[in-house]
């Protein structure tokens, strides 16, 4: 499973649209269509943004202020507003205005109610990315060690931007990473791939 799937699956439970709803006063139903729609923009976003060592160094700073580990129902319900519009205003940019106006149109709901509910669940969405990150790099590091030939350090080097030759390391990737990742990134192998990368 892509983490794009993992992070619209669990976004989008019903007991996380529920909080998101209680939480905005907007609807289950548009609220869903919203974030069918804003996650998959979101990452897109966030893996432009990782593209260079300074833009991903500050991405992993973002995630690890954002570890809370309760159910994305709870962190949504509890989500402190300011924050998550902070983390919007940083994940789109200069595009912020224009994005939140794509996504009224598309989900049927007004600005206003698109920037609430993305402040309502950004702070979930990053906490949710700050754990695949980590369960991601421990699981590569545990299956390096794993290997009979070459050791943790050839095949986080061929991880990590060193010699591609390293036994295992793209069955590696291709498996933590959900079958290989699309030219576009929006499955969020290419975001994962940066933010890994950003700790060699």
Do not use: Y
């Not at 609220?31 to 069918?36: A, E, R, V, Y």
């Not at 509890?78 to 940083?90: L, P």
Request: net charge negative.
């Amino acid at each position: 499973m892509s983490l794009l799937s993992t992070l619209l699956g669990g976004l989008s439970d019903d007991n996380a649209v529920n909080a998101a709803s209680q939480k905005t006063g907007i609807s289950k139903d548009l609220i869903g269509g919203l974030i069918s729609a804003a996650v998959p923009l979101l990452i897109k976003k966030l893996t432009s943004n990782a593209q260079s060592q300074q833009g991903a160094s500050s991405l992993l700073g973002a995630l690890s202020q954002h570890t809370d580990t309760a159910n994305i129902a709870e962190q949504i319900a509890n989500a402190d507003t300011q924050d998550g519009a902070a983390i919007i205003g940083h994940i789109l940019g200069s595009e912020q205005g224009a994005d939140i106006a794509q996504l009224a149109q598309q989900s049927g709901i007004s600005e206003n109610q698109v920037s609430s509910v993305l402040s309502s669940i950004a702070p979930a969405l990053m906490s949710s990315l700050s754990a695949a990150n980590t369960a991601n790099v421990q699981q590569v590091a545990q299956q390096a060690t794993q290997q009979s030939s070459g050791g943790l350090g050839s095949i986080l080097g061929g991880l990590f931007g060193g010699s591609s030759s390293s036994s295992g390391a793209g069955n590696i990737l291709s498996s933590l990473f959900g079958g290989g990742k699309q030219d576009d990134g929006d499955d969020g192998s290419e975001l994962l791939g940066l933010l890994m990368n950003s700790m060699k």
